[in-house]
C-alpha cells in the first residue's frame, strides 16, 4: 500500500518492522531450541502463542488461519510437552531484547518511541482479539527497547486479528486470503505459499475456486469483483485499527511515525527484515 494511506495503515508501516525483526533473527531462533523446541515453525507458533497458554492445533489455527492446519498441527500441541508456555516466552523475550539492542541503529530514541506506542496501545479494545488480548497481559519489561517491541507487538497482533475478521467477513477462508493477497501484487507468491505451508495443488485449487466466484481470472489476477473485496478487506482492517491512532491524537501519531520510520527503514535497508517477505511490509 501506498505511504499516504490511512493514518492507522502510516502507524502500521512503521512498528511492524520493530515487531517483524524478531521472526527472522538467529538469537531467537536459537532461544526456542535451547528452551525446548524442535524446528522452526515449533519456535515461531510456540513463541507467538506462548502468551495465550498451552493452546492446542484448532485454537492455534482458528487464531493464525492464514497457516495451512497441518503445519500448525505440527508444532502443537507438542512444544508444550517439550517446554511450558511461560518458559518459552521467557525465553523468547530475552532474545527479542538481544535483537533489537543488536539491530536498531544508534541513537534511537527508543524510550520516547516505546512510550507513544505504549499510549496507542491505550486505545486497543480486544473482544475478539485473543492473541492481542494475551500479549497485551504480558508484564511490562523494564527494559526500554523491550516495552518498544511489546507495545509494537500488541499493536500488531491487535490490528492482526481485525484482519481476521474483515477477511472472515468477506467469506475467504485462509489459503484464500493468501492466494488474493498475492493476486494484488503486494507480496510474491512463492515467500508466502512457503511460509503458509499450502501445496501447489491446494493453492491452484483455491485459484481455480475463486476465478468460479469471478474474484480472479483466467491468469490469476483480480477481476473487478476481486479487487473491491480486497479493497474492502484492507479498509476495513484500517477501519478495526483506528482505536490506537485515535489514542495518539494527530500530533502523538506524527511524532511516532517520525521516530518509527528511520528506525523500520533501517531493519529493512540492513536486511534484518528481509525486502521480500511473507507479510507484504513495504519500506516506509
Excluded at 497457516?67 to 508444550?80: E, G, H, I, S, T
Aim: glycine fraction near 10%.
Amino acid at each position: 500500500m501506498a505511504e499516504n494511506g490511512s493514518p492507522a495503515r502510516r502507524l502500521w508501516q512503521v512498528y511492524e518492522p520493530l515487531h517483524a525483526v524478531a521472526y527472522f533473527a538467529p538469537e531467537t531462533a536459537e532461544a526456542m531450541r535451547g528452551a525446548g523446541l524442535k524446528g522452526f515453525w515449533m519456535g515461531y507458533f510456540g513463541s507467538r502463542l506462548a502468551p495465550m497458554g498451552a493452546v492446542d492445533a484448532a485454537a492455534a489455527g482458528a487464531v493464525c488461519f492464514p497457516f495451512a492446519p497441518r503445519r500448525v498441527q505440527r508444532a502443537l500441541p507438542d512444544a508444550w510437552r517439550l517446554a511450558p508456555p511461560e518458559t518459552v516466552l521467557n525465553a523468547y523475550l530475552g532474545a527479542v531484547e538481544r535483537v533489537l539492542e543488536r539491530a536498531l541503529p544508534p541513537g534511537a530514541q527508543v524510550a520516547r518511541l516505546a512510550g507513544l506506542l505504549e499510549r496507542a496501545v491505550e486505545g486497543c479494545s480486544f473482544e475478539g482479539r485473543p492473541l492481542a488480548a494475551a500479549w497485551a497481559a504480558v508484564e511490562r519489561p523494564a527494559s526500554a527497547v523491550l516495552r518498544l517491541w511489546l507495545a509494537a507487538t500488541i499493536l500488531r497482533e491487535h490490528r492482526g486479528d481485525g484482519h481476521t475478521m474483515a477477511l472472515a467477513h468477506a467469506g475467504l477462508t485462509g489459503l484464500e486470503a493468501s492466494v488474493t493477497h498475492v493476486a494484488t501484487g503486494a507480496v510474491p507468491r512463492e515467500p508466502l505459499q512457503s511460509a503458509r505451508g499450502w501445496t501447489e495443488e491446494e493453492w491452484e485449487e483455491a485459484e481455480r475456486g475463486l476465478a468460479a466466484r469471478g474474484l480472479l481470472d483466467a491468469e490469476g489476477r483480480p477481476t473487478a469483483a476481486g479487487e473491491a473485496v480486497r479493497r474492502t478487506v484492507e479498509e476495513d482492517t484500517d477501519r478495526l485499527a483506528a482505536g490506537p491512532v485515535t489514542a495518539l491524537g494527530e500530533a502523538g501519531l506524527e511524532e511516532a511515525v517520525a521516530l518509527a520510520t528511520p528506525l523500520a527503514r533501517h531493519l529493512l535497508d540492513t536486511g534484518a527484515v528481509p525486502a521480500a517477505n511473507p507479510i507484504g511490509l513495504p519500506r516506509p
